[in-house]
């Protein structure tokens, strides 16, 4: 009944011996074949435990804890002794009518031509309210090189291993083929060659106007076009506006600017003078320079909005190339602690042209 190392004689002694002690005649037992293995190959080894009367054992019927079941995998090199050192331990688990274990033959572990034996001891069952002790199950056989693509794969996808060299020129020529493929003239509806072109069944694809860099450079060149609006931002200590005034700007780059919004935002602390101070934005333009924005402390008061709608002035100014934007106190300088955030819109009028808050 027992196929690999226990063999009829064993078998029939050991049932025999079972009969005779607990008179249990039902019970049988088979393993799994001790089949060659390739390297990092997966072999299935399994106990079956059955009775010849009602069939496979249930697990609850099957005891591997209480000896315990051990399971010592070892392996022979160029014919030396059987030695379990450096081996990975198998784990076996039970299951109903079986005991068995799914073991890989690590390539780290194990080269070709080693031999493997496992020795399976002390499994315990009950058959028909007898205890009986399964005997020591064996295998053993050798190890083989691996061979098939699938492992081949397996150990290349693990970085044991890499492809071959023509493998890799192989891979490489057919990429370099596919990515050097002129685009056709007429590209097939719905392909990626197709999206390089605006007309259907024609194409008109220019590097120099059409290619992922040449869109990249006009998007970068439309967000600062002439025409284009940004904005910014810069916070102010209400007692820094004083006569002598402080810069809201650097200087502009590129070109000219028109200012086409200004905002003081303040905070929830109103603004205050030893009495009736003026806020006033000016330029530094060669023409132009005088004040184009100004606030009188009446209108500043916490959390005020005071703008082109309110503003005490408000009219606009273009900033010229290389020049910068300020605010200065008249009247008497502010005193009050609070902060306030003050917002210039502009408009270029030169491709590029930019400014930045001091």
Request: proline letters at 2%.
């Amino acid at each position: 009944m027992v196929v690999g190392h226990i063999d009829e004689a064993r078998q029939t002694t050991f049932l025999q011996v079972l009969a005779a002690v607990t008179g249990q005649t039902d019970f049988r037992t088979e393993q799994s074949e001790d089949a060659t293995v390739e390297q990092n190959g997966v072999m299935q080894f399994w106990v079956s435990l059955f009775s010849i009367s009602t069939g496979a054992l249930a697990a609850g019927d099957i005891d591997i804890a209480s000896v315990p079941m051990t399971a010592v995998m070892s392996r022979s090199r160029a014919g030396g002794a059987f030695n379990p050192a450096g081996i990975t331990p198998p784990v076996f688990a039970k299951g109903t009518g079986k005991v068995s274990c799914a073991y890989q033959f690590l390539l780290a572990e194990w080269q070709t031509g080693d031999i493997y034996r496992l020795v399976l001891s002390g499994i315990k069952a009950t058959v028909g309210g007898d205890v009986v002790f399964v005997p020591d199950m064996v295998w053993s056989n050798e190890v083989l090189a691996a061979t098939s693509f699938a492992l081949e794969a397996d150990l290349i996808s693990q970085g044991t291993t890499d492809f071959n060299a023509t493998a890799k020129a192989s891979i490489k020529a057919q990429d370099d083929s596919s990515l050097d493929t002129i685009v056709p003239a007429t590209p097939t509806a719905g392909a990626l060659t197709d999206i390089l072109s605006k007309a259907g069944g024609a194409n008109t694809f220019n590097k120099t106007t059409d290619s992922l860099e040449a869109i990249a450079d006009t998007i970068t060149a439309l967000s600062t076009d002439v025409g284009t609006v940004f904005s910014i931002v810069k916070s102010v200590l209400q007692s820094t506006i004083v006569a002598a005034g402080i810069d809201l700007t650097l200087a502009s780059t590129g070109g000219a600017l028109e200012l086409i919004g200004a905002y003081i935002q303040n905070g929830g602390t109103a603004f205050s003078s030893a009495g009736g101070a003026i806020a006033e934005m000016y330029t530094n333009n060669v023409r132009g320079s005088g004040s184009f924005f100004t606030m009188a402390e009446a209108l500043g008061i916490a959390n005020c909005v005071v703008g082109a709608g309110n503003a005490t002035l408000w009219a606009g100014v273009i900033l010229e190339l290389g020049k910068k934007i300020s605010i200065k106190a008249t009247v008497t300088d502010f005193t009050s602690g609070g902060t306030a955030d003050i917002y210039l819109v502009f408009r270029r009028l030169a491709a590029g042209a930019t400014i930045a808050a001091a």
